[in-house]
């Protein structure tokens, strides 16, 4: 079974770094065509794509925070890691990550990335 | 990249059939097989409900189908059941990125 727990602070203030663990079992961080992706998703507002890790450490992030986001993996630790700096009030949202898995479209031919099973989610506040 | 477009609400009688539409341009959801569909009752993390376009998962009910048609991806729900009152959620990979887009969120209404 598939599972994905997100830790980290619930508060931090503006200005700060946040760090962010993804901590995955039933699937390797070492296994091929396999990843982790970071959302987030503003109280009743949309979700949004911040970053992913493959297996083979390509990193790739969002083009509206991608100089504040770092991404990195323990595959010994079956950990993900997230950093953002200088954390605002609007970072305000529920982070969740999800695991990447490759899958057969329907041609059968062509192998594309999804997003499958996601965490619960971590609700984290910016504020003083 | 912009988001992908979808109606913010849909509603339907249990039973009947509904649709929800997300559009995209020729970059994401009318180049590649990548879009998928997540189901976010309230209070809870999105699950996958169909992948590259037209899929299904193991246990997610035939009711839910999908499908592609130019630069815009569609979810239909038949037999609509009051369960299935949640927002639903469509996603594209950017291959020529390699990142991944969402759509704006549709919440559906089972009167």
């Known amino acids: 079974q598939v599972t994905l727990k997100e830790s980290g602070p619930v508060l931090v203030k503006p200005t700060e770094t946040l760090t962010l663990t993804c901590t995955v079992s039933?699937?390797?961080?070492?296994?091929?065509?396999?990843?982790v992706s970071w959302i987030r998703q503003p109280p009743g507002k949309a979700l949004e794509w911040l970053a992913h890790?493959?297996?083979?450490?390509?990193?790739s992030f969002g083009p509206s925070l991608k100089s504040r986001v770092t991404i990195s993996k323990d595959t010994s630790r079956s950990q993900v890691v997230l950093n953002m700096a200088n954390m605002d009030p609007v970072d305000t949202a529920t982070y969740y990550c999800?695991?990447?898995?490759?899958?057969?479209?329907?041609?059968?031919?062509?192998?594309?990335?999804?997003?499958?099973?996601w965490g619960q989610g971590t609700l984290v506040t910016v504020s003083s | 990249q912009s988001a992908l477009t979808q109606p913010p609400s849909v509603s339907g009688f249990p039973g009947q059939s509904v649709t929800i539409s997300c559009t995209g341009t020729s970059s994401d959801v009318g180049f590649y097989n990548g879009v998928s569909w997540y189901q976010q009752p309230p209070g809870t993390a999105p699950k996958l409900i169909i992948f590259?376009?037209?899929n299904r998962p193991s246990g997610v009910p035939d009711r839910f189908s999908g499908s592609r048609s130019g630069n815009t991806a569609s979810l239909t729900i038949s037999g609509l059941q009051a369960e299935d009152e949640a927002h639903y959620y469509c996603?594209?990979?950017?291959?020529?990125?390699?990142?991944?887009?969402f759509g704006g969120g549709t919440k559906l209404t089972v009167l």
């Open positions: 999800a695991r990447i898995k490759y899958y057969y479209d329907s041609s059968g031919y062509f192998e594309v990335p999804q997003i499958d099973s």
């Open positions: 590259a376009v037209s």
């Open positions: 996603s594209s990979y950017i291959t020529s990125s390699t990142l991944w887009v």
């Open positions: 890790i493959f297996w083979n450490d390509e990193k």
């Open positions: 039933g699937f390797s961080l070492n296994s091929i065509r396999m990843g």
